[in-house]
């Protein structure tokens, strides 16, 4: 899809189709009054038309928020999808932010516009090709500024084209997507990408680094993990961001082997490194003042006559003792290991992404990422900072109590909490046990275990991968880059 914008008005500008905007509810009876001249698509509260005979489809939208431009544009999407349309033109339409508005209207048309069809024999591509904004304003009255709408569609355009990379990495299925697999696919994107670089360590290397965690969970697999380390680093970076991200590449639960209902899904549990490969594409075209990393645990969690057990006790890198109780716990696991190297590497802010808990599903819903760590500026801070990203959080706060449930009598902290309450919390908890003193107040972790894989579509995500964690970090970093 190309997007343009063009200083002339609506209606001197070609396309096969008009985009109009409206804020009516009662939008099917204001527009239909011969049913002969309609097609009529999915009608739910806001609703649509479109009007054969002048080629206008209108959509409605409940107000002229962000969130509801990026709705109705996946909408006019969806209506348009199987027609014959090449083309479409919209007038331009205000909010608060005038390279907001436009960004996220792109950013509705490019996410509502993703199909994973790969594994389909019948792919039903859609036909269009150009989306034109006309400077003509509709709603507000108001001038537009090009520089401000042409830096809107870039933004979006990046920022939802890696949110599209991630979910197709999320998607892949267990057989093809292996650890190996994950470290090619770093490899390639250092090379497509401008001050990006690369480097993958095998299991030798983990083993010398004593990352016995995450050489744990691997070991029952026939699939050799790997640590993968990218970094995006710009001429004048103000900040260092380190991302972690979990990645699973199939988790069976391991020996605690999951029932049959609740591994299906599970190729998704390399969601949150998969998010710190679409960010490193993200800031790179954003050309942000920021230097980003992204380390990815990769492994599968499998069963088998070697792999590791409830009872066994493993020495991290980091030099705490871990006693295993369940080998489904093992997200953990591989992040202990992973912070710990890349606390050598300095951060300034500290980010994990994890598809950590099904507690935190239970807590918040499958819409809803839970934020944790010690530092509770920092979370205010970026719940504020990605607000109009249309990514849903949540903050879950630690308590002492709760620290309490990851003791044990025989290591220094155990793979799993004594209660059955409040799991995503000790999962959080127990990470902070490998978060150096210093670091304490620069690390933040995100639970993307409900929005990461949709069941059943919402919004603008189909069923299968979502790419979270992907917009909202990016637009933390856009952020922080203005103010660093
Ligand atoms: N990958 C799962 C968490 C998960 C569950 C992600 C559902 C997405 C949807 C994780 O490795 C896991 O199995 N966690 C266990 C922890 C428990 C054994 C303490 C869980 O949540 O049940
Ligand atoms: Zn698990
Ligand atoms: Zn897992």
Redesign the pocket.
């Known amino acids: 899809m190309k997007f343009e914008i063009i200083n002339q008005p609506l209606d001197q500008i070609q396309a096969d189709l008009t985009l109009v905007f409206v804020i009516d509810k009662n939008l099917k009876h204001k527009f239909i009054k011969d049913e002969k001249e309609f097609d009529f698509f999915g009608f739910d509260g806001s609703g649509s038309v479109l009007i054969q005979k002048t080629k206008t489809l209108y959509i409605g939208i409940e107000n002229l928020d962000y969130e509801e431009l990026r709705l109705g544009a996946c909408k006019a999407f969806e209506a348009v999808k199987s027609l014959n349309i090449k083309s479409i033109k919209l007038a331009s339409y205000l909010s608060k932010c005038q390279k907001m508005s436009f960004q996220s209207i792109v950013e509705g048309f490019i996410l509502g516009s993703y199909e994973f069809n790969k594994y389909k024999k019948e792919k039903k591509e859609s036909k269009l090709q150009n989306i034109i904004f006309s400077t003509q304003e509709e709603l507000n009255d108001e001038t537009i500024d090009v520089n401000k709408a042409e830096l809107g569609l870039k933004n979006g355009q990046i920022i939802a084209n890696a949110t599209n990379f991630t979910k197709n990495i999320v998607n892949e299925i267990p057989e093809i997507y292996t650890p190996i697999k994950m470290a090619n696919d770093a490899k390639n994107l250092a090379k497509e990408l401008k001050n990006v670089t690369c480097e993958v360590y095998d299991e030798e290397f983990l083993k010398k680094e004593n990352m016995n965690a995450f050489l744990a969970v691997n070991r029952a697999s026939v699939h050799p993990p790997r640590l993968i380390h990218m970094i995006y680093k710009p001429q004048n970076a103000k900040k260092r961001v380190i991302f972690v991200g979990?990645g699973?590449t199939y988790?069976s639960?391991g020996l605690?082997l999951?029932p049959a209902d609740?591994m299906v899904?599970?190729k998704?549990?390399k969601?949150g490194a998969a998010a710190a490969l679409g960010i490193i594409k993200g800031a790179s075209e954003l050309e942000l003042d920021i230097e980003v990393h992204a380390i990815l645990g990769a492994t599968e969690?499998m069963i088998g006559g070697n792999a590791y057990k409830p009872d066994d006790v493993i020495m991290s890198r980091e030099g705490v003792s871990i006693e295993v109780k369940?080998?489904?716990?093992?997200?953990?696991l591989v992040l202990a290991d992973c912070l710990s190297w890349a606390q050598d590497f300095k951060p300034d802010i500290l980010i994990d992404m994890?598809?950590?808990?099904?507690?935190?599903?239970v807590g918040l819903g499958e819409y809803t990422s839970g934020i944790m760590g010690n530092n509770e500026e920092l979370k205010e801070d970026f719940r504020k900072k990605i607000s109009k990203s249309g990514e849903l959080t949540t903050i879950f706060h630690f308590n002492k109590h709760l620290k309490e449930l990851i003791k044990t009598p025989i290591a220094d902290v155990c793979?799993?909490?004594s209660s059955r309450y409040g799991?995503?919390i000790?999962?959080g908890l127990f990470l902070d046990k490998f978060i150096r003193d210093e670091n304490k107040q620069k690390w933040m972790h995100q639970d993307i275990?409900?929005p990461?894989?949709v069941q059943k579509a919402w919004g603008y995500n189909q069923h299968g991968a979502s790419g979270a964690g992907v917009r909202m970090n990016l637009y933390y970093l856009n952020e922080i880059a203005k103010e660093a």
């Open positions: 979990k699973l988790d639960g605690s999951k609740y899904t599970m998704a549990d969601s969690n369940n080998t489904d716990a093992e997200g953990r994890a598809t950590l808990t099904g507690a935190c599903v793979n799993i909490s799991g995503a000790t999962a275990a409900g990461a894989y």
